[in-house]
């Protein structure tokens, strides 16, 4: 290879990588395992009640699947006990995550954005080289964009609590020493509405997700996240 060293960063460090992973796994068990459940059950409702016959708010059959070929589909058993289990590793994973970032206080300066980046001019460049699917270069891909940052800083601090909040407030064992938790949602159906929303939000992230990570380098990127080994390419302009 005839690249010059001073063209490779080391760009996350094991935790984050770690991490990572075991994220996207448990990702992929819960949506799958959820989508499973849901499936069993094809309606969302608002509200303390929900119940086949009942007013919904959405429903399979009005997408042309009635409710007996989506319970054919899906597998609620299955999905609980996978469901059950990924829940656990995706919030100690995340715990882990977040206490091993607080000792180590570089995350801080990764992942929050600088005065600089949040200044409309930065804004608005960031935003046409997104809409052109152009790579950052040189300096720039060096850190974090603004909208990356942000990005990541919604879907680790409001999505995912949300989903874990949500989801707590679903289950009957937690629910039975904390009724407080139904009561903020008004009720296990929204609870349980909103749990569906942001799933869908966070598929909405992935999908954006992958895109970034291909219009950027697969390889590299991959790279990156696996061993932590990321080249620099080019100049910014
Ligand atoms: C972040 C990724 C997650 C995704 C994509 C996801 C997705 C889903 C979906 C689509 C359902 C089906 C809703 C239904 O029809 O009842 C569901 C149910 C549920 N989820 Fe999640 N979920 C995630 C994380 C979690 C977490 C972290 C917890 C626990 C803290 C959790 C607890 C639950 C519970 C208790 C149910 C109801 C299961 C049942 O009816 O037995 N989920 N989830």
Redesign the pocket.
Known sequence: MSESPKNWIYRHTINARICHWIMVLS?VY??YS??M??LH?PELYWGKVGFQGYPTIFKLEDWGISWEQSEELGDRRWG?NY??LF?WV??INGLVYLLWNAWQKKFYRKILPTREQLSPTNFKSEMVRHLKFKAAKGEQAKQYNVLQKLSYLIVLFAL?PF??IS??A??PAFTAISPELIDLFGGRQTA?TL??VC?LL?VVFVIVHLLEMFIAGAVNQLRGMIIGKYEIIGDEK
């Open positions: 990702f819960l949506l959820g989508i459940i849901f059950f609980r469901h059950y829940a995706f919030v995912f989903m874990i989801g707590f679903q289950m349980r749990h569906v799933s966070l």
